[in-house]
T-cell receptor
Framework: AQTVTQSQPEMSVQEAETVTLSCTYD???????LFWYKQPPSRQMILVIR??????QNATENRFSVNFQKAAKSFSLKISDSQLGDAAMYFC????????????FGTGTSLTVIP | DGGITQSPKYLFRKEGQNVTLSCEQN?????MYWYRQDPGQGLRLIYY???????QKGDIAEGYSVSREKKESFPLTVTSAQKNPTAFYLC?????????????FGPGTRLTVL
């Protein structure tokens, strides 16, 4: 079975500080893609960042970056200079490259940003 | 503006009734998906469709049915056979089924069965 584990149901961070959300996954495949999605209170899911498993370089999108450790099957999200608008549920997900149909999602981490 | 619309935003139904949730996209995407979201359980795949007139069961398809008669539309019917239908339902689409294709999500429908 394909599983994604987000071990932190809730996290909080002071505004302007840095926070890291953890994600581990279990798969026997070697070629896949990893994603972090954000779900704010509006419940609209928004893509935050994407990582190709074949790339060693960690993806970065402005204040968002990942720490991808393929051997450890770990894919953490770092948010720098946290803003009030970053408060949301964050979901880690992966998708195989060859079949590519299904996303496998974690259970989410609820991030609170403290002013 | 291109995007995905789901209607209605909130839906109430009596137990034993079938109900259909609408999902429409104008992104010209081939693939469409239905997810169910429950507290503490993340998103679980109900059905997906790669192309018109074709769809596949996801992990929790029992008690649900879909159709894909048009590229832009992928309605989900929650039948009376679904034992616990109260949940938040999300529709998504992607340009194709390649692994790096981002999924775009609709705003969701909250279904409450009384």
């Amino acid at each position: 079975a394909q599983t994604v584990t987000q071990s932190q149901p809730e996290m909080s961070v002071q505004e302007a500080e840095t926070v890291t959300l953890s994600c581990t996954y279990d798969t026997s495949e070697s070629d896949y893609y990893l994603f972090w999605y954000k779900q704010p209170p509006s419940r609209q899911m928004i893509l935050v960042i994407r990582q190709e498993a074949y790339k060693q370089q960690n993806a970065t999108e402005n204040r968002f970056s990942v720490n991808f450790q393929k051997a450890a099957k770990s894919f953490s999200l770092k948010i720098s200079d946290s803003q009030l608008g970053d408060a949301a549920m964050y979901f880690c997900a992966y998708r195989f490259s060859n079949t590519g149909n299904q996303f496998y999602f974690g259970t989410g981490t609820s991030l609170t940003v403290i002013p | 503006d291109g995007g995905i619309t789901q209607s209605p935003k909130y839906l109430f139904r009596k137990e034993g009734q079938n109900v259909t949730l609408s999902c429409e996209q104008n992104l010209n995407h081939d693939a469409m998906y239905w997810y169910r979201q429950d507290p503490g359980q993340g998103l679980r795949l109900i059905y997906y469709s790669q192309i018109v007139n074709d769809f596949q069961k996801g992990d929790i398809a029992e008690g649900y049915s879909v159709s894909r008669e048009k590229k832009e539309s992928f309605p989900l019917t929650v039948t009376s056979a679904q034992k616990n239908p109260t949940a938040f339902y999300l529709c998504a689409s992607s340009i194709g089924v390649a692994g790096d294709n981002e999924q775009f999500f609709g705003p969701g429908t909250r279904l409450t069965v009384l």
